[in-house]
């Protein structure tokens, strides 16, 4: 995947990525830019200022609904707008709890609808014109909160008294021409009376009040029966106290399996329900977004900045690499045609780490300027080389020795000084020093050029 630019010269993409590693401190200081610009626009962006915006209409944390602090600053139509939204969301949060915490918590909605029983108890009211008092009485024992909480104890089921209601009802059967007959055989806790003493008879014409209790356990549901029974009972008998010349007793009673769908529906109704109001909820959270922009919006356009300016720190270097037009690696010069490449790795101690030893083996540099010094003395039959730095690449103290081979190594340009030129033609062969990411690439080619133009032999170190 490699690729040539003008000098064609092979792009080493390890070399690349280690020279970007190598230059980490300037990408801290573009990730801060970065990070700067993604604040700035996030506060460019929110038109409520930052520390305004915590004051939410919706908190998540706190599940709660609070108008926003900086309301007063909107325009008159948006406040009239946000205050309409948020009287709608505090209406529907509201319902959604109350829903939520009745499917959690009531009986109804947790009991098999599908596999239930009921229980009865039928009590028979004649007082004349007093019936219907009598039967108020008999009413107001399911409107008894000690009734539901002796159901609740008996029964030993762990729920608030106001989910038992949902299972308890009473209903009465009020035609003058309704005709019961007493069941004598019923097993009841309740005494059958009669306020004029007498004794109940077949074929009785009056009217009927029936407790009923619905659920899905028949051993529960047979002692809540009973506790309920107590509390009628004790209805019953004020009435045969309070009311001479009528009658009242029960009819009947028992637990039988029970088939409808009435609860099915109710469960159905109740889900459908909580459905209904969490998308009100969700469509009104989003009227809310112009106003609740909060920190989570600036922390997105930071981690954005961020990104980018990684990024275009990136992309920089990565243009720089490939378009700054000098020597990069070893294998750069030995493109060139020259006699002898010799590339050097770093003497200093103490000062290298994992990432320049890489990066040193990517440019090829494998030997000390004392090999060096070695393989000229040893090539010193065929003449002595001339011994010069590039002129113009910004060398330090420490790039090269003050003298190589018994030599004082001075910069130099074969192809524009003279003294430098002529001192190459005297010796026959040069041994060129350039500097790698310094030295430009046709600067190298131009010097080697010119050395053999005039038949010079050229060797080349990189350091």
């Not at 573009?30 to 908190?59: H, M």
């Not at 004029?196 to 028949?218: L, P």
């Not at 107590?230 to 009242?248: L, R």
């Not at 002898?340 to 103490?350: A, L």
Request: hydrophobic share 35%; proline share 1%.
């Amino acid at each position: 995947m490699n690729t040539n630019y003008q000098d064609e010269v092979e792009i080493n993409l390890v070399h690349m990525a280690l020279t970007m590693v190598t230059k980490w401190k300037s990408l801290i200081i573009a990730a801060i830019i970065g990070l700067a610009a993604g604040f700035l626009i996030a506060g460019i962006k929110d038109p409520y200022g930052f520390f305004n915006s915590i004051g939410r209409v919706y908190d998540d944390e706190s599940d709660e609904v609070t108008l926003p602090e900086y309301i007063d600053t909107l325009k008159k139509d948006e406040q009239k707008e946000l205050k309409e939204s948020f009287l709608k969301y505090q209406s529907y949060k509201s319902m959604y709890d109350e829903t939520m915490d009745y499917l959690n918590n009531s009986l109804i909605m947790n009991m098999d609808s599908q596999n239930l029983y009921r229980a009865y108890t039928d009590v028979y009211v004649n007082c004349g014109r007093d019936t219907l008092a009598c039967e108020k009485l008999l009413t107001n024992v399911l409107s008894d909160e000690a009734t539901y909480e002796n159901i609740r104890k008996v029964s030993g089921l762990d729920v608030d008294t106001k989910y038992l209601q949902g299972i308890i009802t009473g209903s009465s059967s009020s035609s003058a021409n309704t005709t019961v007959t007493v069941n004598t055989s019923s097993t009841s806790s309740i005494t059958a009376s009669s306020t004029d003493g007498g004794s109940a008879s077949n074929n009785t014409i009056g009217d009927v009040y029936t407790y009923q209790i619905v659920y899905d356990d028949s051993a529960v549901l047979s002692s809540m029966m009973d506790a309920l029974n107590e509390s009628v009972g004790q209805a019953v008998e004020s009435i045969a106290e309070n009311y001479t010349g009528g009658s009242v007793f029960v009819i009947g009673c028992g637990v039988t399996p029970y088939q409808t769908t009435e609860y099915i529906n109710l469960q159905s109704t109740f889900i459908t329900s909580l459905a209904t109001y969490n998308t009100q909820l969700e469509s009104l959270s989003s009227s809310f977004e112009d106003y609740n922009y909060g920190a989570k919006n600036y922390i997105k356009y930071m981690l954005i900045g961020l990104i980018a300016g990684a990024f275009l720190w990136a992309i920089y270097l990565s243009a720089l690499y490939l378009l700054g037009g000098t020597v990069k690696t070893m294998d750069d010069i030995r493109t060139m045609g020259v006699d002898r490449v010799y590339g050097i790795k770093s003497e200093t101690k103490g000062r290298t780490n994992i990432i320049t030893d890489l990066l040193e083996k990517s440019e090829g540099k494998k030997v000390t300027f004392g090999y060096v010094e070695n393989a000229l003395k040893e090539s010193e039959r065929t003449g002595k080389a001339y011994i010069y730095k590039l002129a113009g690449d910004n060398w330090t103290d420490t790039d090269v020795p003050d003298s190589l081979n018994g030599q004082t190594v001075e910069e130099g340009l074969i192809s524009e000084d003279s003294d430098t030129y002529n001192n190459a033609l005297t010796a026959g062969s040069v041994l060129m020093i350039v500097k790698l990411g310094s030295s430009r690439m046709s600067e190298v080619r131009e010097e080697i050029e010119a050395a053999r133009k005039d038949g010079v032999k050229v060797s080349v170190v990189g350091v």
